[in-house]
């Protein structure tokens, strides 16, 4: 970490952030890795970077990235995730169908499989899955931006200040891009588990 931090030293971090930043978000998102969607969320709350912006290259590419997997299902509907007319619940007892279905882009396994597998299924036409997508899109949003502003409050808090906070500004990236994975497989582990308690008791989740 120290050499990364001696790295980002060497250049001016605000300007390259302000310069690239809101693509950097947009391409991880696209690409499925919601880290940088935190840590951008984070400094926009500190100031860096236009949370307007950053709230749009979050959400955007979510719904392209889900939409383009929800058209490769169609497109490949005997691709081994095929299931109709039941949604695979991957290895949780997460709900495939109904209201919970809307949450499915706080679940790392379930935003991975669920649009190629709702693409597959007879039983989700576009306009549901559209639907579902946008809604769980900004649910996702909000907790982005949420998880980005605690992180945020962090960062001023050890630092005691905005101005202390800028002048270790790679660092606390660094502390960010370490701390929000760490976080998110703690949480979803502890909430796939107790999930995973009604697996053989959910009709749903049987082959």
Not at 92 to 105: C, D, I, K, M, V
Request: proline fraction near 7%; aromatic fraction near 14%.
């Amino acid at each position: 970490m120290q050499f990364l931090t001696e790295i980002f030293s060497q250049i001016d971090l605000p300007a390259w952030l302000h310069a690239y930043g809101q693509w950097v978000i947009a391409v991880s998102v696209a690409a499925g890795w919601e880290t940088p969607a935190v840590a951008g969320a984070m400094l926009a709350f500190l100031g860096v970077l236009p949370l307007p912006g950053c709230a749009v290259v979050i959400v955007l590419p979510a719904l392209a990235s889900d939409v383009a997997a929800y058209a490769a299902g169609v497109a490949f509907p005997e691709a081994r995730f095929a299931a109709d007319p039941l949604l695979p619940a991957c290895r949780t007892a997460f709900p495939q169908e109904g209201a919970a279905a809307s949450l499915y882009r706080l679940f790392p396994r379930n935003k991975l499989f669920f649009p190629f597998a709702a693409g597959q299924s007879r039983t989700w036409a576009f306009p549901r899955f559209l639907g579902t997508c946008v809604f769980s899109s900004l649910i996702w949003l909000a907790y982005a931006l949420g998880f980005g502003f605690a992180m945020a409050q962090l960062c001023l808090a050890l630092a005691g200040s905005q101005t202390a906070v800028w002048l270790r500004l790679a660092g606390f990236i660094l502390l960010v891009l370490v701390i929000v994975p760490v976080f998110r497989y703690i949480l979803w582990n502890w909430i796939d588990r107790f999930l995973s308690r009604e697996k053989n008791e959910n009709p749903c989740c049987r082959r």
